[in-house]
């Protein structure tokens, strides 16, 4: 099918079709605050890749503590002791892991001009 080179690509309100949509100042300002000062991050792409990879991170550290305190039986410790440790240890990793991630990702997006 080909385009129709008569029909025009921008919608009612001017905006163009093919491109993505930009954000407005207000909500560039409003990224550049709450990634290099403080504020809450809203983005929902960033929190969806937060929830996972710590989430992952406290799975693969759950088995791992499991299967440590089921090994090592000098630490007199249940295969379920293990994995509530190694679950909350990955709860730590995940949070700081993602969050250094995303700082540091964030930075170079912003330094490279693109505040989405």
Do not use: C
């Amino acid at each position: 099918m080909t385009k129709n080179p008569f029909e025009s690509s921008a919608d009612a309100a001017g905006h163009n079709k093919d491109e993505t949509p930009s954000l407005t100042p207000t909500q560039a300002a409003y990224n550049v605050v709450t990634d290099t000062v403080t504020g809450v991050n809203v983005r929902w792409k960033d929190n969806r890749f937060q929830a996972i990879f710590v989430l992952t991170s406290m799975v693969l550290a759950s088995l791992l503590g499991a299967t440590l305190a089921a090994i090592n039986s000098n630490w007199q410790l249940p295969w379920y002791g293990g994995a509530l440790i190694g679950s909350f240890a990955g709860l730590v990793i995940g949070i700081f892991g993602s969050g250094i991630y995303l700082m540091f990702y964030r930075a170079v997006r912003h330094l490279k001009g693109k505040h989405d």
